[in-house]
């Protein structure tokens, strides 16, 4: 009895990543590391202020890759959009925290 409530308790645990888990993302390699460098960054630097860190990933991509990124950062999402081909990132940092950058 003993053994069946240990494995339904290792079932209930969440798998939490800590390392940054690109879904989507049709970049170059180069730019690709940058911006998942940049949204490393803006994430750990502000923590739950998503709206803080998703401004912070935006304005850094304007510098770097020129102007009219977006960014979204937030859990539970969805999200349908146009953008400009070799522009889109779509991952996740931290567990369930979905970063999506884009370039229109």
Do not use: R
């Amino acid at each position: 009895m003993e053994e069946f409530a240990d494995a339904k308790e290792d079932e209930n645990k969440k798998i939490v990543h800590t390392y940054p888990l690109v879904q989507a993302c049709d970049m170059s390699e180069e730019m690709k590391a940058e911006t998942v460098e940049v949204i490393i960054t803006a994430c750990e630097k502000y923590g739950t202020d998503y709206f803080a860190a998703a401004k912070t990933v935006k304005q850094m991509l304007d510098k770097k890759f020129g102007p009219q990124w977006n960014a979204v950062v937030g859990e539970a999402f969805g999200i349908q959009i146009t953008y400009q081909t070799n522009t889109l990132m779509y991952m996740f940092f931290g567990g369930n925290l979905g970063i999506c950058a884009w370039k229109i």
